[in-house]
């Protein structure tokens, strides 16, 4: 087949001036496009930019694109806002793509609206407020119990979630809630801490859904950090915190536990209407109380990724996932 490959590129310094270490070298397009090759296809790479819609119009008039794989998690030049935009151009266009479509990725990048939807269908999730403007007042939680977690409400990959993210008192809220809403320019999303253990679920497909083997984030971090995985953990390979955030999988779950855990991700998966790869990610609270973090359609697929390490322990080699990523795309299997 004929696959152009979509990925954001740019200037991540200036596009992202608090949030560009370690994200500035997107593996994920080299690693795709290997194994696109050694599965026989034709590839084509296309930065979401100004000239992505004259190049795809040219190709489909050439005849030679039969599918899009996306990897555009950045969004149109850079604009992590403007994701959405990008399968939404491409159902204009007519042609097939891997990953989900626009609706989902506008629902799932707004975490509040990602919340309030799976409140509304059973599905548990830290209580929550948002705050829209900064403020030097007392900030109002009456309902919430600290410690809180605050992080910008539209961003994934983590961007904005710092080591400092998780407050105690007033004055350090109200300090990280007007940070927030400058930097980002964007409300601040302030939820509760959920102290214990982060799981991972990985999901494959469309109608016929692959739950793979469930990972489980390892904190070792120094004493007095929160565990969490902050941006400096997840991005920041010479860190204390990317160092001290290993994950194991398939990791160590009592089988009722894995059970919940898994029919709630597919619960969630189909509710957002993620399609061809997602991943859901929980906390367990030391109590056993389980929540829903994030709903991650189109996550990283690298082939270090959280979902091609679960892929693996599903016995599936990363050339399998690609290929697996193809076919339903263009089968709705």
């Not at 008192?169 to 601040?188: F, H, M, R």
């Amino acid at each position: 087949m004929n696959i152009a490959m979509i990925y954001s590129k740019g200037d991540m310094s200036t596009a992202f001036p608090y949030d560009f270490k370690g994200r500035e070298d997107n593996e994920s397009v080299e690693d795709v496009k290997k194994a696109l090759i050694s599965l026989g296809h034709e590839v084509v790479v296309v930065p979401a930019d100004d000239c992505m819609f004259e190049t795809l119009k040219k190709m489909i008039g050439k005849n030679n694109l039969d599918l899009v794989f996306n990897l555009a998690d950045d969004g149109y030049n850079l604009n992590t806002q403007l994701e959405p935009q990008i399968p939404a151009m491409l159902d204009l266009l007519g042609i097939p793509y891997t990953g989900s479509d626009h609706l989902c990725l506008g629902n799932c990048l707004n975490k509040v609206r990602t919340k309030h939807l799976l409140l509304a269908n059973g599905l548990p999730t830290p209580k929550f407020k948002i705050f829209n403007r900064k403020t030097s007042n007392k900030l109002d939680i009456s309902q919430l119990k600290f410690p809180l977690i605050v992080k910008p409400s539209r961003e994934d990959g983590s961007i904005g979630i710092k080591r400092d993210a998780v407050v105690d008192d007033q004055k350090s809220l109200i300090k990280k809630v007007n940070d927030t809403i400058e930097k980002y320019n964007q409300p601040a999303l302030v939820e509760e801490f959920i102290e214990g253990r982060e799981v991972d679920v990985g999901i494959i497909g469309r109608e016929k859904l692959i739950v793979l083997p469930i990972s489980e984030i390892n904190f070792t971090l120094p004493t007095g950090e929160r565990n969490f995985i902050s941006y400096n953990g997840k991005w920041e390979e010479m860190s204390i915190y990317y160092l001290g955030t290993t994950c194991q999988c398939p990791t160590r779950l009592n089988v009722a536990l894995k059970k919940t855990l898994k029919k709630m991700a597919k619960k969630a998966y189909k509710l957002m209407g993620v399609k061809d790869y997602g991943r859901i990610d929980f906390r367990i609270s030391n109590d056993g109380n389980i929540y829903i973090l994030e709903v991650n359609p189109n996550p990283d697929i690298s082939r270090d990724s959280g979902l091609a390490r679960m892929a693996r322990a599903y016995k599936m080699t990363y050339e399998n996932l690609i290929d697996r990523i193809v076919k339903t795309s263009l089968d709705n299997e």
